[in-house]
Nanobody, 115 residues
Framework: QVQLVESGGGLVQAGGSLTLSCAASGSIGSIKAMRWYRQAPGKQRELVAS???????NYADSVKGRFTISRDNAKNTVSLQMSSLKSEDTAVYYC?????????WGPGTQVTVSS
């Protein structure tokens, strides 16, 4: 059974930094992409960043230049370095792994940015 576990969330002041990590266990198979999503209270879940197996990355416009996604293919881990955090970055952050056969989600980790 595949399990994803996020860590690294917490409370930080505006302008600060946090790094989220996601570790996957179990038999995932071939991975197409590893992503981070977030969901703020009262809002829809949105895609924050993607890291593809071929090496390219994509970011939401709202986080470009501030967030960096990186992955370790051998360890099936993905991280999200967040800097210059803003109050609008407050949300539950979810790790997602898109494999050829299925999509897997972590339970989420709370990030709260105080202004």
């Amino acid at each position: 059974q595949v399990q994803l576990v996020e860590s690294g969330g917490g409370l930080v002041q505006a302008g600060g930094s946090l790094t989220l990590s996601c570790a996957a266990s179990g038999s995932i198979g071939s991975i197409k992409a590893m992503r981070w999503y977030r969901q703020a209270p009262g809002k829809q879940r949105e895609l924050v960043a993607s890291a593809y197996t071929v090496g390219n990355t994509n970011y939401a416009d709202s986080v470009k230049g501030r967030f960096t996604i990186s992955r370790d293919n051998a360890k099936n881990t993905v991280s999200l370095q967040m800097s210059s955090l803003k109050s609008e970055d407050t949300a539950v952050y979810y790790c997602n792994i898109q494999a050829l056969s299925a999509s897997y989600w972590g339970p989420g980790t709370q990030v709260t940015v105080s202004s």
